[in-house]
T-cell receptor
Framework: EAGVAQSPRYKIIEKRQSVAFWCNPI?????LYWYQQILGQGPKLLIQ????????DSQLPKDRFSAERLKGVDSTLKIQPAKLEDSAVYLC????????????FGQGTRLTVV | AQSVTQPDIHITVSEGASLELRCNYS??????LFWYVQSPGQGLQLLLK??????LVQGIKGFEAEFKRSQSSFNLRKPSVHWSDAAEYFC??????????FGAGTTVTVRA
């Protein structure tokens, strides 16, 4: 079974630029998560989708971050404009149901904002 | 809101020795508890989880964890560590609102 695919793996941008990350979850998984992992910290949930609807986006900085999951499959996470503190690894995960079903994580996108 | 504390930032253990990683959680009701492992350049992989029932949970790769309600702990153990166990380990707690909160992680170094 194919895993969660993310691209790009690495991205370096200047502050105030925009960037987008893409995630393709495991086929058939209804739930999709985006996490932000800052160096030295655990992953922090940014947004959770159930099919193409948002379940939780309470920790998403909505003034600069946006995410969508069209047709309940692929998802994109966008940052515009980026700040230095956005430097982190952005992890995408998917699961069949809610978190009580195993979440499978992608390798992540490492973003460096300079 | 739930939270997780992993008191040890870094642990060094000799190959073949036992390993115990500590995890303390804060949550008002019965929590859902998880341990994940993250190898360099890889995504997180679920080692084991506890929802209810037997408080000693067996996971993959020879790991086990014990839920102790009285101590609000969910410590991870392995009797004999292999060099391939060098990684970062995350404890996480879930609640009925389906949010999953992770601890800051413990980095494990295995020396020959």
């Amino acid at each position: 079974e194919a895993g969660v695919a993310q691209s790009p793996r690495y991205k370096i941008i200047e502050k105030r630029q925009s960037v987008a990350f893409w995630c393709n979850p495991i086929s058939g998984h209804a739930t999709l998560y985006w996490y932000q992992q800052i160096l030295g910290q655990g992953p922090k949930l940014l947004i959770q989708f159930q099919n193409n609807g948002v379940v939780d986006d309470s920790q998403l900085p909505k003034d600069r971050f946006s995410a969508e999951r069209l047709k309940g499959v692929d998802s994109t996470l966008k940052i515009q404009p980026a700040k230095l503190e956005d430097s982190a690894v952005y992890l995408c995960a998917s699961s069949w149901g809610g978190f009580n079903t195993e979440a499978f994580f992608g390798q992540g996108t490492r973003l460096t904002v300079v | 809101a739930q939270s997780v504390t992993q008191p040890d930032i870094h642990i060094t253990v000799s190959e073949g020795a036992s390993l115990e990683l500590r995890c303390n959680y804060s949550y008002g009701a019965t929590p859902y508890l998880f341990w994940y492992v993250q190898s360099p350049g890889q995504g997180l992989q679920l080692l084991l989880k506890y929802f209810s029932g037997d408080t000693l949970v067996q996971g993959i790769k020879g790991f086990e964890a014990e839920f102790k309600r009285s101590q609000s702990s969910f410590n991870l153990r392995k009797p004999s560590v292999h060099w391939s166990d060098a990684a970062e380990y995350f404890c996480a707690v879930g609640a009925n609102d389906y949010k999953l909160s992770f601890g800051a992680g413990t980095t494990v170094t295995v020396r020959a």
